[in-house]
């Protein structure tokens, strides 16, 4: 009997740490489904990706336009004579703001928060059962951090909320559908290359690690169902350190941000 090919949705595929998980469920055997608002960068990126993968061009924020994307692609797929078989599905998608306007934190809330309700929504309509959520957060969710941090790391806060109540939501839960909140720490990626982002003091100090170890570790968990992705046990004490002891964790990271600008 012919096994029916596994799909992944990904949505945020047009750069950094989402290309890098196409690319590689692509290389692991998936058919994937490249969402996003560039229709150009999807288009190259989909024809680097095999005979069998597509894209559909859709604003997270919009959950109208990802699911009717997501419906388009299912009934090309039917009317090709092939069965639709939706494993993953993975919001890497999101925006950075290192300033406390409001128009800022409206737009974190927007993409970062909003679009991860979309997605999960998404998800409990159309992943197949044993199915695998993925959803990058950040680092700055869980870390207490100087700088303007605080619209951002909301945002992604509240993302992680989100995911806890999503796992054990019926939806999700009759499927056993895994969901998997990754927290990587500094990507280089454009979004850790903007001027805004360039110069704040956590960037120039902190390692910047590369987008395709990033997503091969969150993939790794999120195939195998993990709860939360992090990079390294390093980054997984800091957060715990972060939890536990918040107090002397913001003073130790205040203290190694100015040693280090002053070495500099
Ligand atoms: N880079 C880091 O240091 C870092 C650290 C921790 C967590 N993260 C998180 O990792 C995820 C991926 O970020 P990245 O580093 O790969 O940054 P990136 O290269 O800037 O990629 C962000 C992706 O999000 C997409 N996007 C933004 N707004 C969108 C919208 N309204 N609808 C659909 N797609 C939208 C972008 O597509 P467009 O081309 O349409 O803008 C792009 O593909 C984000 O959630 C980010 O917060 C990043």
Redesign the pocket.
């Known amino acids: 009997m012919k096994a029916i090919a596994k799909q992944a949705l990904i ?8 290309k890098e998980i196409a690319e590689l469920l692509y290389r692991m055997g998936f058919d994937p489904i490249s969402a ?3 229709h150009k ?1 999807l288009m190259t990126l989909t024809r680097t990706l095999g005979s069998n993968a597509t894209y559909f061009v ?4 919009n959950y109208d336009q990802i699911h009717h994307g997501l419906l388009m692609h299912r009934d090309r797929r039917r009317k090709d004579g092939l069965e639709n078989n939706l494993q993953v599905v993975v919001n ?5 703001h290192l300033n406390d306007t409001l128009e800022s934190l409206k737009h974190c809330i927007d ?2 928060l909003i ?1 991860t309700r979309n997605t999960l929504k998404l998800a409990e309509e159309f992943i197949e059962d044993n199915g695998h959520v993925g959803v ?5 969710s869980l870390l207490t951090l100087p700088g303007k941090f605080g619209s951002y790391a909301a945002s ?1 806060a509240a993302v992680n909320t989100l995911c806890n109540h999503a796992r054990i939501s019926r939806a999700l839960l009759v499927k056993n559908v895994s969901v998997t909140v990754a927290y ?4 280089e ?4 290359n903007s001027s805004e982002a360039k110069q704040h003091d956590v960037f120039k100090v902190f390692p910047h690690y590369d ?1 395709k170890v990033v997503a091969k570790k969150i993939v790794e968990d999120m195939l195998a169902g993990k709860r939360s992705s992090f990079l390294s046990r390093r980054d997984q004490l800091l957060a715990f350190v972060a939890r536990v002891a918040p107090v002397t964790f913001e003073r130790l990271t205040l203290k190694h941000i100015e040693r280090k600008i002053r070495t500099r």
Not at 11 to 18: H, M, W
Not at 58 to 61: G, R, V, Y
């Open positions: 949505i945020g595929a047009t750069g950094g740490i989402g996003g608002r560039d960068k859709a604003d997270i924020t890497a998608s999101g925006v950075l993409v970062n679009g990058i957060s950040s680092a700055a992604k990587p720490q500094i990507v990626t454009v979004m850790a987008p």
